[in-house]
């Protein structure tokens, strides 16, 4: 008996081990209609918390951020946020077609992708995440809608150099205004900021995000009908 035991123990640990494994691939998709009424995190804010680091965000709905910063983030992150359900695929077969591996990968992702990376995944490139990503990406453009999506991503992405996540923490540290009462120069140049916050400024920009800012500013004068999908007023 104390043999079969023994070699019952190592099944017993794999199947521990391939139930924990679903309940952490199934769980974003049982939290994602919580977040249909709930404030979510992101991971990097928990991961920042749970190690002291500092980190700054103030909710706010996306009634009470001006409207031109949802319309100038699309144009700049998404240009084509109304008419996928939440993974372009056309977009990404462009873009895998041009990299030769996973790592050389630019762009491609749209906000329902990072706003699924944000929430539930992890920083970075590889084809796990990838595969992981995609599938999330499609859940919470059903479950969610466009409007709550990019409510929700305006709210935890990163947005600074020191902690500061979603738009209002962002505009506050740029500009010392809150994000309802935000320019569309100024929605432009956070915008330009998105894929890197670390090194790119809206405070002081360089003549990179000045020239990124003025692209984007200018797409959002042109996309007055983005404001259908998300329910807004543009305000252009």
């Known amino acids: 008996m104390a043999n079969v035991a023994r070699r019952s123990l190592p099944f017993r640990i794999v199947r521990a081990m391939i139930v924990i494994l679903l309940v952490l691939l199934l769980l974003p998709y049982l939290l994602t209609p919580l977040y249909l009424v709930a404030r979510p995190v992101s991971t990097l804010m928990l991961w920042r918390s749970l190690t002291g680091a500092r980190v700054e965000r103030n909710y706010v ?7 031109v910063l949802p319309l100038t983030v699309i144009a700049a992150e998404d ?5 996928h359900h939440g993974v372009d695929f ?28 944000n ?5 970075g490139r590889s084809v796990v995440r990838k595969a992981l990503e995609l599938p999330l990406a499609l859940w919470i453009d059903l479950v969610l809608g466009k409007r709550r999506v990019l409510e929700i991503y305006l709210n935890i992405a990163e947005w600074g ?5 979603g738009a209002d923490a962002a505009s506050r540290h740029a500009f ?4 309802r009462d935000l320019s569309g120069r100024e ?5 330009a900021m998105l894929p890197n916050p670390h090194r790119r400024s809206a405070a002081r920009p360089g003549p990179g995000v000045r020239r990124l800012a003025g692209i ?4 959002a004068r042109n996309s007055a009908t983005l404001a259908d999908c998300i329910g807004r007023r543009t305000g252009l």
């Open 119 to 123: 929430l539930f995944l992890w920083p």
């Open 161 to 165: 150099p020191a902690g500061e996540f």
């Open 187 to 191: 929605a432009a140049l956070l915008a």
């Open 79 to 83: 240009g084509r946020y109304c008419l």
């Open 90 to 117: 056309a977009a990404l077969r462009e873009v895998m077609e041009e990299a030769d591996d996973i790592s050389e990968m630019r762009g491609g992702s749209t906000i329902a992708q990072q706003t699924a990376k």
């Open 61 to 67: 709905p996306i009634d009470a951020i001006a409207p």
């Open 216 to 219: 984007y500013e200018a797409r």
């Open 176 to 179: 010392n205004k809150p994000a």
